[in-house]
């Protein structure tokens, strides 16, 4: 056998073992969040519901899902561990304290004292009609011409 016949299944079992060596980094860092796991930090399970750790067991893991239920999952449901502010922002709603200070006004004066400046520039030239009066009349005269309005027909 000559290397050009080895060559294809040279690169199939590189790539084999390329995706299973991918495949294997993301199982231990899995597992490896799963280890960190300590009771009172919260949790998302793989089908989406949110809940803090109470006891961890070999295999289960305790969830408090409400105050006061409890649900026993396994250590593999475990989709990822929360921080304790992102828990508590997506629970709890607790808004993120920002960096920038922004003031906010009580009432709407600073936005109101704006568009009365341009009014009194706009109060000096007139201001378009934007109806469409014209179109409702031509609607009005071509119903009159045959005697029908919309929806009528000529069958008996």
């Known amino acids: 056998m000559s290397i050009v016949t080895l060559l ?62 409890h649900a026993v999952y396994a250590k593999n449901s475990i989709g990822a561990v929360l921080e304790d502010s992102e828990y508590n922002r997506i629970v709890h ?17 600073s936005l109101t004292e704006a568009a009365e400046a341009t009014e009194t520039i706009e109060d000096a030239a007139p201001k378009a009609d934007l109806t469409k009066k014209s179109d409702a009349a031509e609607a009005a005269t071509e119903g009159q011409k045959d005697g029908k309005t919309d929806g009528e027909t000529d069958a008996k």
């Open 8 to 69: 294809p299944f040279i690169v199939l079992i590189g790539a084999m073992f390329l995706m299973t060596r991918s495949a294997k980094k993301k199982q231990q860092a899995a597992a490896q969040m799963r280890n960190e796991m300590q009771p009172g930090t919260g949790v998302r399970t793989i089908g989406g519901m949110y809940a803090t750790v109470k006891e961890i067991g070999d295999e289960t893991v305790l969830l408090e899902v409400a105050p006061g239920v």
């Open 93 to 109: 709603g607790d808004e993120e304290e920002s960096d920038t200070d922004t003031v906010v006004p009580d009432d709407a004066s």
